[in-house]
Nanobody
Framework: QVQLVESGGGLVQPGGSLRLSCAAS????????MSWYRQAAGKERELVAT????????NYADSVKGRFTISRDNGKNTVYLQLNSLKPEDTAVYFC???????WGQGTQVTVSS
């Protein structure tokens, strides 16, 4: 069955960096686009970034362009989200998502605070 397991979240100071990972299993990872979403407390879940199956094309929310980078390693069945220049407003639970199967990971908490 489809599984997505996120890791890499934590507490970081403003201006800091984190790298999130999402390990996928239960499907042929290299065939499918993948996305990262986030949900802050009291707010709706929002799309952060998407990457095509080959990694040849990416898209980002305006709020993270130039600061976050989505990438993937099809040999490791893993999608990554590099978070740089973090701001307090980036605080949220970050989720990995595969639209084809409408399946979400369990999420990983990112907290940006001094």
């Amino acid at each position: 069955q489809v599984q997505l397991v996120e890791s890499g979240g934590g507490l970081v100071q403003p201006g800091g960096s984190l790298r999130l990972s999402c390990a996928a299993s239960g499907f042929t990872f290299r065939y499918y686009a993948m996305s990262w979403y986030r949900q802050a407390a009291g707010k709706e879940r929002e799309l952060v970034a998407t990457i095509t199956s080959t990694g040849g094309s990416t898209n980002y929310a305006d709020s993270v362009k130039g600061r976050f980078t989505i990438s993937r390693d099809n040999g490791k069945n893993t999608v990554y989200l590099q978070l740089n220049s973090l701001k307090p407003e980036d605080t949220a639970v970050y989720f990995c998502y595969i639209a084809t199967f409408n399946y979400w990971g369990q999420g990983t908490q990112v907290t940006v605070s001094s």
